[in-house]
């Protein structure tokens, strides 16, 4: 199987505990915090191994972000995630801390308050898994300890994979029109096939995001629409 | 004399690890009056803990607390805190890490995360838990570690209750 490449993410319903991604086909994949008995970290469900804050989003547009969900940057899979938190540590507000610093910096301590219990674990967190002398700055560290210190903070920030939902979202392909001229059927195809369905089942199959059409509810009843930039359906009519 | 020069360089050495603003920092701002956008904030000051790493939803089931000083902000003060925030470009301080198209009808927009790091005098805010306060405060960044959609430094607290 193709391994799917995302192209643009969002945060899912109810916020905070679940991310859509898009792939190119349009079909969707969530990742769920907690779901079929397996619950997945912040850091899995946005690929993004930092946690990183997607801030003006500047950082993010840089290093490939596709979308932001619960005011953090989600990347289209790990290793543009990992290269997005390699990037930030390069950055002068990082590199000039010692790894002692790098803690309080990084979980936002402010200066003056005593450390948190985070920080005092995050520190052994990074002594004990990179090895390195932690009153060394950032920007002292070689490439080969630069990976080590990253290894170590991703192991704080928690990797925790989830349950993950496959989701094809079919399109409309046709329609039919009845006796009033308005719509009655659509045409749906999916990866195999295509069906005719009533317009009250792919208004069901679009409000389950299964579909891809937008669920209009008017005073008169609910009636479909394409999405942005898609086929008027009216260039659609079997 | 000499000991005063070795006094200050001691100062300006310390305070460099310290305190936010950095040497360089301070010759932008010297160049550009602007360089430090200010706004003047009312609200309350709280103590809160928010969710950390891993799942970032509950302490209680077992995400890292990550405590906050937190000035819950009055309308008026948010509208100012919006503006302010909005004049930020990337040559501003810290520009590159803050959002300068956040509004006010962002989820707890009022909230406004305290960083005392502008000066080296600690501003002692936690003293005024609970109290209404007025502060002079600078924009600041957002650190990866962000739960509230603003930031400031303290420059200085200018009335209490």
């Not at chain 2, 005024?128 to 650190?143: F, M």
Request: proline content about 5%; glycine content about 6%; some cysteine.
């Amino acid at each position: 199987m193709n391994k799917k490449i995302f192209v643009r993410a969002e945060e899912g319903e109810p916020p905070g505990i679940s991310v859509v991604y898009y792939d190119t086909d349009g079909n969707k994949t969530i990742r769920y915090h907690d779901k079929n008995g397996k619950t997945g970290s912040h850091a899995w469900r946005n690929n993004n191994p930092g946690n990183l804050v997607y801030g003006d989003g500047s950082h993010a547009k840089e290093t490939g972000y596709i979308g932001k969900a619960k005011k953090r940057t989600v990347f289209p899979d790990y290793d543009t995630g990992k290269q997005s938190m390699r990037l930030l540590l390069k950055k002068e507000f990082y590199q000039k801390l010692t790894l002692n610093e790098l803690p309080r910096k990084y979980t936002g301590v402010k200066p003056g308050v005593p450390d948190t219990e985070e920080v005092i674990l995050y520190r052994k967190v990074i002594r004990v898994i990179s090895k390195l002398d932690m009153e060394r700055t950032v920007k002292s560290l070689n490439d080969e300890e630069y990976e080590k210190l990253l290894k170590a903070m991703e192991t704080h920030e928690g990797w925790i994979e989830g349950y993950e939902e496959f989701k094809v979202v079919q399109k409309i392909v046709g329609i039919r029109l009845n006796k009033k001229r308005t719509i009655s059927e659509y045409l749906v195809k999916d990866q195999k096939q295509e069906q005719w369905h009533l317009k009250d089942s792919a208004i069901a199959m679009a409000e389950d995001g299964r579909l891809h059409a937008i669920v209009v509810h008017a005073k008169t009843g609910a009636y479909l629409r394409p999405e942005d930039g898609a086929k008027s359906f009216k260039e659609l009519l079997c | 004399m000499k000991i005063k020069n070795f006094l200050s360089t001691l100062l300006l050495s310390f305070q460099a690890l310290i305190a936010e603003p950095t040497l360089e920092d301070q010759v932008k701002a010297a160049k550009n009056p602007e360089y430090y956008i200010h706004v003047v904030l009312t609200g309350v000051v709280k103590q809160m803990i928010f969710p950390g790493p891993p799942h970032f939803l509950s302490v209680e089931n077992g995400d890292w607390a990550e405590p906050r000083t937190i000035l819950k902000i009055d309308d008026a003060s948010l509208l100012r805190l919006v503006e302010a925030q909005s004049r930020v470009t990337p040559n501003h301080y810290l520009g590159e890490f803050i959002d300068p198209e956040i509004r006010e009808d962002e989820s707890d927009a009022n909230l406004v995360t305290l960083d005392s790091s502008f000066t080296e005098e600690p501003d002692k805010i936690e003293l005024y838990e609970n109290k209404i306060v007025t502060i002079d405060a600078v924009i600041s960044a957002q650190p990866t570690r962000c739960h509230t959609p603003f930031v400031v430094e303290i420059v200085e607290v200018l009335s209490h209750e």
